[in-house]
């Protein structure tokens, strides 16, 4: 059965830090991993990966996806109060891992 | 400028009762998706149709049903409603099927249900 699971479920950080999140997967046809942010409402997209090793950024939120060790990263560095939220992984069948709590304190 | 809205943002209510959810998306997006969201944060997907054609229809009880008059709403209605349908349930839409296309998905706010 195709799963996703996401590492850690809950991070705690301080401002500056630079957080590693981690979502792995099996899944029988493979056609792309997302990354999503929910804050307080609904899930916004970060981005999608499709290719191993090439990597996607977007300001201070980086991911890489290795498609041979079936994992995702998605890395944050000098995290910012507004970054906390859940970070959610999911396959391109629309399922979603368990998804990852990051709080930043000032 | 809302892009997929879901009404009613809240919804409380007694079990046994029959309620309904609505979704609109004006981004001529032809495929939307139910999703159900548990206490424990964790997404599930119910339904998806593209083109008011419902394609994914998950392990849901039948006192789920969804219903698409037009390519742009996806509705949903729920009877007999008991202490686990107790989520928030939210809205999505995609250009094409997302197992297929890949495309991300848009969501709207979520509906809150809370069963007394």
């Known amino acids: 059965e195709d799963k996703v699971v996401q590492s850690p479920l809950s991070l705690v950080v301080h401002e500056g830090d630079t957080v590693t999140l981690n979502c792995s997967y099996e899944?029988?046809?493979?056609?792309?991993l997302l990354w999503y942010k929910q804050e307080k409402k609904a899930p916004t997209f970060l981005f999608m990966l499709?290719?191993?090793?090439i990597e996607k950024k977007s300001g201070r939120l980086s991911s890489i996806l290795d498609k041979k060790e079936l994992f995702s990263i998605l890395n944050i560095t000098a995290t910012q109060t507004g970054d906390s939220a859940i970070y959610l992984c999911?396959?391109?069948?629309?399922?979603f891992g368990a998804g990852t709590r990051l709080t930043v304190k000032p | 400028d809302t892009a997929v809205s879901q009404t009613p943002k809240y919804l409380v209510t007694q079990m046994g009762n029959d309620k309904s959810i609505k979704c609109e998306q004006n981004?001529?997006?032809?495929?939307m998706y139910w999703y159900k969201q548990d206490s424990k944060k964790f997404l599930k997907i119910m339904f998806s149709?593209?083109?008011?054609?419902?394609?994914i229809n998950e392990t849901v009880p039948n006192r789920f049903s969804p219903k698409s008059p037009d390519k742009a709403h996806l509705n949903l209605h729920i009877n007999s409603l008991e202490l686990g349908d107790s989520a928030v349930y939210f809205c999505?839409?995609?250009?094409?099927?997302?197992?297929?296309?890949?495309?991300?998905?848009?969501f709207g706010d979520g509906t809150r249900l809370s069963i007394l």
């Open positions: 999505a839409s995609s250009q094409g099927v997302a197992r297929v296309t890949s495309q991300p998905q848009h």
């Open positions: 899944v029988t046809n493979f056609r792309s």
């Open positions: 499709t290719s191993s090793g």
């Open positions: 999911a396959l391109n069948d629309m399922r």
């Open positions: 981004l001529g997006h032809d495929t």
């Open positions: 149709y593209n083109n008011k054609e419902l394609i």
